[in-house]
């Protein structure tokens, strides 16, 4: 009886100690597969899809898209700017690839870089996979607009 007793007691403790830890951040949800800087940008760029679609009805549609919008373009900005810091190839030369249409994978095969640590392959929120949304992909890299510069629709 008293062993029973001192399982139960046992289990609640542990129960407590694990409810009492600290819950992982972002970071840890995409764990080391994915560099830092790209995972909060990612989580950027999610938590603004979140905020447009919550609000695509509303008065202020227009400013959740283009926040949205940005993020996606802050979010090419990072990875270019990683994948430029981790390989010999120049930021230039990154983005030049991406506007000729190669996918984030293809451009980590060619470095060798796992296609995991730029953040492709990973889903948003609510199973959104912005690396096979091709409107996303066309809005980023239509001939008028480059990330970051706002030139693009919704800038």
Same mark, same amino acid.
């Given at each position: @009886?008293?062993?029973? /007793?001192?399982?139960? *007691?046992? !289990?609640? !403790? *542990?129960?407590?100690? !694990?409810?009492?830890?600290? +819950?992982?951040?972002?970071?840890?949800?995409?764990?080391?597969?994915?560099?830092?800087?790209?995972? =909060? %940008? @990612?989580? =950027?760029?999610?938590?603004?899809?979140?905020? /447009?679609?919550? +609000?695509?009805? &509303? $008065?202020? %549609?227009?400013? /959740?898209?283009?926040?949205?919008? =940005?993020?996606?373009?802050?979010?090419?900005? *990072?990875?270019?700017? $990683? @994948?430029?810091?981790?390989?010999?190839?120049? %930021?230039?030369?990154?983005? #030049? @690839?991406?506007?000729?249409? #190669?996918?984030?994978? =293809?451009?980590?095969?060619?470095?060798?870089?796992?296609?995991?640590?730029? &953040?492709?392959?990973?889903?948003?929120?609510?199973?959104?996979?912005?690396?096979?949304?091709?409107?996303?992909? #066309?809005?980023?890299?239509?001939?008028? +607009?480059?990330?970051?510069?706002?030139?693009?629709?919704? +800038?």
């Amino acid at each position: @009886m008293i062993r029973i /007793y001192g399982m139960i *007691v046992g !289990l609640l !403790l *542990v129960a407590v100690l !694990l409810l009492g830890m600290p +819950h992982p951040g972002s970071a840890a949800f995409f764990g080391k597969s994915v560099f830092s800087d790209v995972g =909060d %940008a @990612m989580r =950027d760029a999610d938590n603004a899809r979140d905020g /447009y679609h919550k +609000h695509r009805s &509303g $008065r202020n %549609a227009a400013r /959740y898209e283009r926040a949205w919008y =940005d993020s996606e373009d802050r979010l090419e900005e *990072v990875r270019v700017r $990683r @994948m430029s810091r981790e390989t010999k190839a120049s %930021a230039h030369e990154v983005q #030049r @690839m991406r506007e000729s249409g #190669r996918s984030w994978k =293809d451009i980590c095969d060619r470095y060798r870089i796992g296609a995991q640590k730029m &953040g492709y392959g990973h889903k948003g929120p609510h199973g959104y996979d912005r690396d096979h949304d091709r409107d996303l992909q #066309r809005r980023l890299y239509k001939k008028d +607009h480059h990330p970051g510069k706002g030139k693009g629709k919704g +800038h």
